[in-house]
C-alpha cells in the first residue's frame, strides 16, 4: 500500500532541499513517504543542486551546432556554466548536442513559458475554451482549461518538453541532473531552429 503523501510534506521537504514542489511530490512518492530518503533521491538526482547553484554567474559555455544527415534542418544553441574548464568538459559537451538534438527532433518555438507572447496565450486560452462542455462546473472548466494551457506550454516551450532521449523527465529535470552530475550551474540560454521551406 503506498503512503500518503500530503501538501504539509511536501512544504516540510522543499523547505529543507530547496528543491521544486512537483520534485518534492516525486521523491517522498518514490520513497514511501520516507523524509530521509526522499532528500536522499533528490540529492541523487542532482535538484537539490541545481537549486542550490541557480544564482551562481555563468560566464563560460558553449555555442553547440547540430546539422542533420539530410542538411534539411539545423539548430544553433547557446549554454552557459561558471568556468572554462567545465565548458571543455565532454560531459557538458555531450549535454550541448543532446538540446541541440532535441530541439531538431522537437521543434520548441521557445526557450521559457515567460516567453510567449501574451497575445499568442490568449489566443490558446480562447480556442481552448471553446472546445470545453460548457454544461460542466465553472471551477471544473477552469481547470481543464488550465491542463490545455498547460500542454500548449509543454509542447512548444523547450524547458517543459519531454526530453526526446528520455521521455519520463522535461530538458529543465534533464538540465538540473546534469548540474548535479557536474556540479556548475548550467543555464540553457537561446537557440535557433533552422529548417529548409519552414
Excluded at 520516507?34 to 533521491?41: G, H, L, N, T
Excluded at 574548464?85 to 565532454?90: D, I, L
Excluded at 489566443?123 to 481552448?128: C, L, V
Aim: proline share 3%; hydrophobic share 35%.
Amino acid at each position: 500500500m503506498s503512503a500518503t503523501i500530503s501538501a504539509s510534506d511536501v512544504m516540510k521537504l522543499r523547505a529543507a532541499s530547496g528543491a521544486p514542489m512537483m520534485d518534492c511530490k516525486k521523491a517522498l512518492t518514490e520513497t514511501g513517504g520516507d523524509f530521509e530518503k526522499s532528500i536522499e533521491w533528490l540529492r541523487k538526482k542532482g535538484i537539490q543542486t541545481a537549486t542550490k547553484r541557480a544564482d551562481r554567474d555563468v560566464g563560460e559555455g558553449l555555442v553547440s551546432s547540430y546539422i542533420h544527415h539530410n542538411g534539411r534542418v539545423g539548430v544553433l544553441l547557446e549554454v552557459n556554466c561558471e568556468t572554462d574548464f567545465v565548458a571543455k568538459n565532454e560531459q557538458f559537451a555531450d549535454f550541448c548536442r543532446d538540446i541541440s538534438l532535441h530541439i531538431a527532433s522537437m521543434k520548441p518555438e521557445y526557450l521559457t513559458r515567460d516567453e510567449v507572447p501574451a497575445e499568442v496565450v490568449a489566443k490558446e486560452r480562447e480556442i481552448a475554451a471553446e472546445q470545453i462542455d460548457k454544461s460542466k462546473p465553472a471551477d471544473i472548466q477552469e481547470k481543464i482549461l488550465d491542463g490545455r494551457i498547460g500542454k500548449f506550454f509543454a509542447e512548444c516551450c523547450l524547458m517543459e518538453q519531454p526530453f526526446v532521449k528520455e521521455d519520463k523527465k522535461t530538458i529543465e529535470q534533464h538540465r538540473a541532473e546534469t548540474v548535479g552530475k557536474i556540479g556548475e550551474n548550467i543555464v540553457i540560454r537561446r537557440f535557433v531552429r533552422y529548417e529548409i521551406g519552414g
